[in-house]
């Protein structure tokens, strides 16, 4: 497999407002090296508050580390020129966790697909509305769908919008911040199978940020654990696996199983 994404010993830190006094600058990422190949599904997992939203962020070129580098494709995205950046966005696109957000409620399901479409593939507007319902076909939806408004449809099917509007530009990684995280279980396990088969399709790579280690095993090859802004593992997901670090640990003991125990027959 090829490398896509590369971080080289990032650190970023945010300056606490105040309106009567300066504060110190908080440092929230330390020291973060990784790597990421095409094809591969790697999880961010940790705690509310560990980082790694704000890693994901840097990732996807939304905001800057301090010191420290993000690679994409072993250029490094400081280096990049506007034809450069106008490709990284057609090549990395994200998935948010509030899909009734993410959709414009006074556009139709079609318009929100269409604009990856017009803006960043250039697509002449003839040829829109027939991948509009390929893409809506590609994650499950009816080619009706195409003239609703958000409010005509659940959030399951509002996150397989967002699904099929992150598609419309043949990504190369999507990223998925918490995307899954408040769907019932049935939904949750239909979407991923979606998006492996989508990857199996196309090689598409996954960034999947969550503290939801039942998801992770469900869908990611591997896990990066981040705490406290540090990344403190990085191991392979399998069924027997045994986490690591404390983080790790205490994510698996807050997984829930699916069906409750049996108490134990009195004797």
Not at 188 to 211: C, D, N, P
Request: proline share 4%; with cysteine.
């Amino acid at each position: 497999m090829s490398e896509l994404f590369r971080v080289e010993q990032g650190n970023k830190s945010y300056q606490e407002q105040s309106l009567l006094v300066r504060q110190p600058a908080k440092q929230v990422l330390f020291d973060i090296s990784l790597t990421i190949q095409a094809g591969e599904s790697v999880a961010l997992v940790g705690a509310s508050g560990s980082g790694k939203s704000t890693l994901c962020r840097m990732l996807l070129g939304l905001e800057t580390f301090d010191s420290g580098n993000v690679l994409f494709k072993g250029q490094p995205l400081s280096d990049f020129s506007t034809q450069d950046e106008h490709r990284f966005r057609r090549a990395v696109q994200m998935v948010f966790q509030d899909s009734v957000s993410a959709v414009n409620p006074r556009l139709t399901i079609a318009n929100v697909i269409e604009e990856p479409l017009k803006y960043l593939m250039k697509m002449p507007a003839g040829k829109r509305p027939e991948r509009v319902r390929e893409l809506l076909s590609q994650v499950g939806l009816l080619p009706e769908d195409a003239f609703k408004k958000a409010g005509q449809m659940s959030g399951g099917m509002l996150q397989r919008v967002c699904i099929a509007r992150a598609l419309a530009c043949e990504p190369d990684v999507i990223a998925l911040d918490e995307s899954l995280s408040s769907l019932d279980l049935v939904l949750q396990q239909q979407l991923i199978a979606l998006l492996k088969q989508i990857q199996k399709e196309q090689g598409t790579s996954y960034l999947f940020v969550t503290h939801d280690l039942r998801l992770v095993h469900l869908f990611c090859q591997r896990a990066l654990v981040m705490d406290q802004g540090r990344l403190v593992e990085d191991t392979l997901v399998s069924r027997d696996m045994q986490w690591q670090s404390d983080m790790g640990q205490a994510l698996q003991k807050a997984v829930l199983p699916v069906r409750p125990r049996r108490k134990a027959a009195l004797a």
